[in-house]
């Protein structure tokens, strides 16, 4: 049986107007106020569809993402769990039939999509995955969360979409990390799933970096 203490769990708190955030080295971010777990680019289904155009691959990433939101609900006891896009990859498939199981231990945690690109979700699949909510974006205390930045919207928003990632250099070799990035108007989010790639150039301008491992979260 998975035991969720088992998952290290760094922490870096920020201040976005006014209101406390929770940095983690396990790809999401807790909204202290509203007991919010947020995070973005789960891309639940992408191993099932890669298995199902013949490329084997183990089902390990999907349960490992899971096991992660496990700890991190486990660590944090958030009363709502918002996704600010990508949750999905293509569609309805077995690795979503795994994450609505896994959903259903948590019934009383309130469900907040914000679709991304890859969120083609049927009625069918929506009603299955039983959202609280559902839009392109959410506003809330003045904080937009939104898949992807939007220029035209003014105030600050919470956006993932990009995958970010920063590379340190050293004498030895240059290591990629993923991280959030955050400047005036936008917290960038990691993507969740850590099978995506990483984007280390089009990242926002004049950013603090938030960069971690397993084991750490710093500020670079």
């Not at 983690?24 to 155009?53: C, M, P, Y």
């Not at 069918?124 to 609280?132: I, P, T, V, Y």
């Not at 992807?148 to 004498?171: A, E, Y």
């Amino acid at each position: 049986m998975f035991n969720p203490y088992s998952v290290f769990i760094a922490t870096k708190s920020i201040s976005i107007q006014d209101e406390i955030f929770i940095l983690t080295n396990q790809r999401a971010a807790f909204w202290e106020k509203e007991k919010a777990l947020v995070l973005s680019d789960l891309h639940i289904g992408k191993t099932a569809h890669f298995r199902k155009n013949g490329i084997a691959l183990a089902n390990h990433i999907m349960k490992s993402d899971l096991q992660r939101l496990s700890a991190l609900i486990e660590f944090f006891h958030p009363e709502k769990f918002v996704v600010v896009g990508d949750l999905l990859h293509a569609g309805d498939n077995s690795d979503v039939d795994e994450f609505c199981t896994w959903k259903s231990r948590y019934p009383d945690m309130q469900f907040y999509l914000i679709e991304g690109n890859h969120d083609r979700i049927s009625k069918a699949l929506e009603e299955k995955l039983c959202f609280n909510y559902k839009s392109e974006s959410l506003e809330i205390a003045g904080i937009t969360f939104i898949h992807d930045f939007d220029k035209t919207r003014s105030g600050f928003q919470i956006t993932g979409h990009i995958h970010p990632g920063i590379v340190l250099n050293s004498s030895v070799r240059n290591i990629r990390l993923p991280c959030f990035a955050l400047s005036s108007n936008q917290l960038l989010l990691p993507a969740f799933s850590e099978f995506t790639g990483l984007d280390t150039k089009n990242l926002p301008e004049k950013s603090t970096f938030f960069v971690f491992t397993d084991a750490e979260i710093y500020e670079v």
